[in-house]
């Protein structure tokens, strides 16, 4: 598949990466890989956030987006995380996907280190030039704590593949800007459930979602609709699901995801790393309300 702007619209799930006794658990991952694509979800992104990144040893984060990449077998796009707050570890992992076959790679900004947007500019700018791969930028500034400024995304943009980037701001004055700024095929995607209507309405392509997780069938329907304009349809399901958005980061994500799934049915166990926990009782009471409520469970 060769991945341009054009194949990366819709909902695509920022996968859970199942584990068992402390190890990634292989099967379970194969299993809801295969129930989201059988669901009408668009993509598939591995080893990013909700897929616990920053808890996954080296090895194990090639080999997750190894095993999604075969299990996908070219159904729908795969957008492998691979970013860094070390552009030379950005650009291995990058490497590593492009070597498995991922259809494209979600580079986060840099955490912790606090880059100016020069740094930030430059060390995308490295990751393009060492590895030929179309790339999905990630700016994140709740989590990162630097803010990726619309004006560096639109430098980047210039660069051949650079195609797009995952917004997860919340502001959509930001995200307005962005798509003023950037050329007409470049790729915006929201990053936060609750503004991924909105941000198809007003230019974006769809959303990198926590929610279609447990929901991916409503949420590729959500995203079909905003795209074809169908104001009515798309209104009626984000106020369905929207309590239940609200219900995944009740409690610090991917942990609600997580449980939601093992609830369902659909992974072993809600199993999570340090120093992430599973959820408290009133966390989990209100998952369990928000879930039953779109009949989930």
């Known amino acids: 598949m060769t991945t341009t702007g054009k194949n990366l619209e819709g909902a695509f799930t920022a996968i859970v990466t199942p584990m068992r006794d402390g190890k990634v658990d292989e099967q379970s991952l194969t299993d809801l890989i295969n129930f989201q694509i059988d669901n009408g979800i668009h993509g598939l992104v591995p080893c990013g956030t909700t897929g616990e990144s920053a808890t996954l040893g080296f090895d194990e984060h090639k080999r997750v987006i190894d095993i999604t990449v075969k299990a996908v077998d070219g159904r729908v796009p795969v957008v492998a995380g691979t970013g860094a707050n070390s552009t030379a570890e950005a650009i291995e992992l990058t490497e590593s996907a492009r070597d498995s076959g991922a259809d494209a790679v979600l580079s986060v900004v840099p955490y912790y280190n606090k880059p100016s947007q020069e740094g930030l500019y430059q060390h995308f700018k490295a990751i393009t030039e060492a590895v030929d791969i ?164």
């Open 134 to 297: 179309p790339m999905v930028l990630y700016n994140v500034p709740s989590r990162t704590v630097t803010n990726m400024a619309p004006a560096t995304v639109a430098r980047l943009a210039e660069l051949s593949n650079v195609i797009g980037i995952k917004e997860a701001c919340g502001c959509l004055n930001q995200i307005s800007e962005v798509i003023r700024l950037c050329p007409k095929d470049f790729v915006v995607l929201s990053g936060d459930d609750f503004t991924s209507m909105p941000t198809v309405l007003i230019g974006g392509k769809g959303v990198i979602s926590v929610t279609s997780n447990v929901a991916p069938k409503a949420m590729a329907e959500l995203m079909e609709a905003a795209l074809k304009g169908d104001l009515a349809t798309a209104n009626e399901i984000h106020y369905k699901l929207f309590a239940l958005m609200g219900s995944m980061f009740c409690y610090p994500n991917p942990a609600p995801a997580k449980k939601g799934l093992h609830l369902m049915g659909k992974i072993a166990t809600p199993e999570i790393r340090l120093p992430m926990t599973e959820m408290d009782e009133s966390s989990l009471n209100k998952l369990i309300t928000e879930m039953k409520a779109v009949e989930l469970i």
